[in-house]
T-cell receptor, first 111, second 114 residues
Framework: RKEVEQDPGPFNVPEGATVAFNCTYSNSASQSFFWYRQDCRKEPKLLMS???SGNEDGRFTAQLNRASQYISLLIRDSKLSDSATYLCVVNAVLGNEKLTFGTGTRLTIIP | NAGVTQTPKFRVLKTGQSMTLLCAQDMNHEYMYWYRQDPGMGLRLIHY???????AKGEVPDGYNVSRLKKQNFLLGLESAAPSQTSVYFC?????????????FGQGTRLTVV
């Protein structure tokens, strides 16, 4: 089983719609969780951190469910500029901390 | 606003050749990482470093070596390149780990081994 699993998509969503991604992780000792965004042929960039209480940043909402070991990202009122690959990232503390990436979910917003 | 800089950005190697990828960060970060990204595989950790003079193996370290002689630089070496090492390589850095700490990435190096 992969440490971090995501549905690769692609998700093709009309502009203005709401879209949700889920991500599951296998290591119950994982401490920190993130969503990164990667545009085509570019480097990944942090979209938002994910906290146990859930957090919101404008149109983006992230949730963490530790009991079920999954993370979600909700995008409301999607824009054309939201088209990208979204990477779920987990930090498992194993003596020396390192980030583990999911394979990413590709999102295309259709006009 | 340099952040994390990788050189070179593109390279074509013949099988068996060697090369070194350089990563430099100007944010005084403790942690540095080398990842490779392949279609359908996501980002996989090759090696990482938790401070100057230290290195550790990641998920896919075979065929690569690294050095962190200076805090700001993290070098990735391929001693004898193979076609399986054709990939996009990303370097990243982050400060001492804390909850929600962000990793910053370089722009990537596209390597083709023929």
């Amino acid at each position: 089983r992969k440490e971090v699993e995501q549905d690769p998509g692609p998700f093709n969503v009309p502009e203005g719609a709401t879209v949700a991604f889920n991500c599951t992780y296998s290591n119950s000792a994982s401490q920190s969780f993130f969503w990164y965004r990667q545009d085509c042929r570019k480097e990944p960039k942090l979209l938002m951190s994910v906290y146990s209480s859930g957090n919101e940043d404008g149109r983006f909402t992230a949730q963490l469910n530790r009991a079920s070991q999954y993370i979600s990202l909700l995008i409301r009122d999607s824009k054309l500029s939201d088209s990208a690959t979204y990477l779920c990232v987990v930090n498992a503390v194993l003596g020396n901390e390192k980030l583990t990436f999911g394979t990413g979910t590709r999102l295309t917003i259709i006009p | 606003n340099a952040g994390v800089t990788q050189t070179p950005k593109f390279r074509v190697l013949k099988t068996g050749q060697s090369m070194t990828l350089l990563c430099a960060q100007d944010m005084n970060h403790e942690y540095m990482y080398w990842y490779r990204q392949d279609p359908g595989m996501g980002l996989r950790l090759i090696h990482y470093s938790v401070g100057e003079g230290t290195t550790a193996k990641g998920e896919v370290p075979d065929g690569y070596n690294v050095s962190r002689l200076k805090k700001q630089n993290f070098l990735l070496g391929l001693e004898s390149a193979a076609p399986s090492q054709t990939s996009v390589y990303f370097c990243a850095s982050s400060p001492l780990r804390g909850r929600g700490t962000e990793a910053f990435f370089g722009q990537g190096t596209r390597l083709t081994v023929v």
